[in-house]
């Protein structure tokens, strides 16, 4: 089933159990979880940059420019315009 009939059959299931609350609450009650968990999972696949690591790659920019090892901005476009996602 593609989303959008996902979505229709969810739609047309709710409209079957909405005279009766007690149904429509538990029904809300199973999807709310359901969004918790998909949050929850989110935020667990979340990767952050510790402050060591960001500090660690400045200072490797730094050691960089030092060096010599730089790009101009048309070159660096460039590259950004190679890059797959």
Do not use: C, P, W
């Not at 609450?25 to 929850?40: D, G, N, S, W």
């Not at 490797?60 to 070159?75: C, H, N, P, Q, S």
Request: glycine share 4%; proline share 0%.
């Amino acid at each position: 089933m593609t989303t959008m009939e996902l979505n229709a059959e969810l739609f047309r299931q709710l409209s079957i159990i909405a005279e009766d609350e007690s149904l429509m609450r538990k029904a809300v009650k199973t999807i709310t979880r359901l969004a918790h968990q998909k949050t929850e999972k989110a935020e667990e696949e979340t990767e952050y940059i510790s402050k060591e690591e960001i500090l660690a790659g400045i200072d490797a920019g730094l050691k960089d420019v030092k060096a010599g090892r730089t790009m101009t901005f048309e070159e660096f476009v460039e590259e950004m315009g190679n890059e797959e996602v």
